[in-house]
């Protein structure tokens, strides 16, 4: 009897293993550190690609654009070292094996955009505790989405709302917070890391609290680039739909000094736009890095002459246009739009944060003008 009751156990035993999955054979992929930060200041990307024939990274984290090509190992592993040293801050990066673009495996942190996804490095270090996810009290963030009547899509836009909304007592101020072009409602909650950078500053009293509305910024118009708002849906679709939601569904001040609108690059020229054609909805415009292409200024002048005129955009608490310093892709035009707006007397402040057309320059951007909304 007990030499059954063994045999069975073995066989039970036996049968066991048999069902479970092999281990996978290891590799160097198991303990690789894709991104790593040097005590030089230099930053180390790796992946491991024993197959591929060829593997650039780009992204952000350099001054020059360009694609970097990583050298292979004997063990498969592809790695790129920065010529220089790298400022802590958030980055995005992109690697591209054999030509097509591939999502770092090790790495969680991702940014989305209208097109997919891109990953996000933290170098750590006093310069990057502004968007860090800090130990404080921490806001809500949350998308909601909705069937558009002027596009007859769905639709959806992401929502900051403060530490402790569900308490407050009184109604907040809004910021309306655009994205660029090839971006989405999400990136300036991913790239932007908008939610991280309030949460900080409301964490040592440095800003007023406020809702943060970060809206879907191309319902496939394709006219964001043209001055006026009659033509784009966009804007149908923000006044009727997405406005009103807001202030339905939030407890927010609809009047124009407790509402706020910024926007960047393709954004910024959205922001324009709201000055120029409805400044009576607003009481602080924020254009970043952005500005009319010579075309557009001209159409501008020659069409819209009575808007450029309208008291109205002087009225505006605070008109606040950002660029990124001479590498921003968008300098020369702002340039363009500072000079027409000198012409008609219409009173601007400027800023520089001197990080190219990135979101390195928008993030901080955001930390300087968060400062300056709504104060009574």
């Known amino acids: 009897m007990k030499k059954w009751i063994l045999s069975l156990s ?13 281990r996978p054979t290891p590799t160097p992929n198991d303990t690789l550190k894709s991104v790593e930060a040097l005590t030089s200041g230099q930053v180390v990307f790796r992946i491991y690609a024993p197959k591929a024939s060829q593997v650039i990274v780009s992204g952000d984290f350099s001054k020059e654009f360009g694609p970097k090509n990583l050298s292979k190992n004997e063990l498969g592993v592809w790695s790129y070292i920065t010529a220089e040293a790298i400022i802590p801050d958030f980055y995005t990066y992109d690697f591209t094996v054999d030509g097509v673009k591939t999502l770092d495996p090790k790495n969680t942190l ?22 860090a996810n800090q130990a404080v009290p921490h806001g809500k963030l949350e998308k909601v989405w909705f069937q558009s009547k002027v596009t007859g899509k769905p639709a959806r836009f992401h929502v900051y709302t403060p530490p402790g909304y569900e308490k407050m007592k009184g109604k907040l101020p809004v910021l309306y917070l655009q994205h660029g072009g090839g971006d989405n409602d999400a990136s300036w909650s991913t790239a932007g890391r908008a939610n991280f950078i309030l949460d900080n500053l409301l964490a040592v009293g440095k800003c007023k609290p406020m809702v943060v509305v970060m809206p879907m910024g191309h319902p496939g118009s394709g006219f964001y680039m043209n001055p006026g708002i009659g033509e784009d849906p966009y804007y149908k679709q923000m006044f009727e739909e997405i406005m009103p939601m807001v202030n339905e569904k939030y407890a927010v001040l609809t009047d124009r000094f407790h509402t706020a609108y910024a926007g960047l690059s393709m954004g910024g020229l959205q922001a324009l736009n709201m000055a120029l054609f409805a400044p009576e909805k607003f009481g602080y ?22 808007n450029l005129k309208n008291p109205e955009i002087n009225r505006l608490k605070l008109f606040w246009i950002a660029m990124g310093g001479e590498r921003d892709i968008a300098y020369k035009n702002g340039l363009g739009v500072n000079a027409v707006f000198d012409k008609y007397g219409i009173k601007y402040q400027t800023n520089t944060y001197d990080a190219g057309h990135t979101f390195i320059t928008w993030r901080h951007n955001l930390v300087e003008f968060a400062l300056l909304l709504f104060k009574d």
Do not use: C, D, R, W
């Open 110 to 131: 991702l940014k989305e955009g209208e097109n997919g996804y891109s990953n996000m490095m933290e170098i750590k270090g006093k310069e990057s505790v502004y968007a």
């Open 285 to 306: 415009v924020l254009p970043l890095s952005t500005g009319y292409f010579p075309p557009q200024l001209k159409i501008l002048e020659e069409k819209y002459i009575q």
């Open 10 to 22: 073995l066989l039970m035993s036996s049968v066991a293993l048999l069902a479970q999955p092999s």
